[in-house]
């Protein structure tokens, strides 16, 4: 799963053994997936990606 912040683009979480770089990083292990989405708010992070937006049929 994608992790952005925000807010800090070089952030690490040390008790994770997570480092963004540019504000992102790719995460695989569940119990850091969680970790990281329990992060206060300040700090910026959020999950990216999800599906795209649809695009409206053209008849």
Known sequence: MKFISTIYKQLVVHDLGVTFIDG???VTDKSTVDALRELPSELGVRAAGG???KEP???
């Open 51 to 53: 599906r795209p937006p």
């Open 57 to 59: 049929r053209q008849s």
């Open 24 to 26: 992102e990083v790719e």
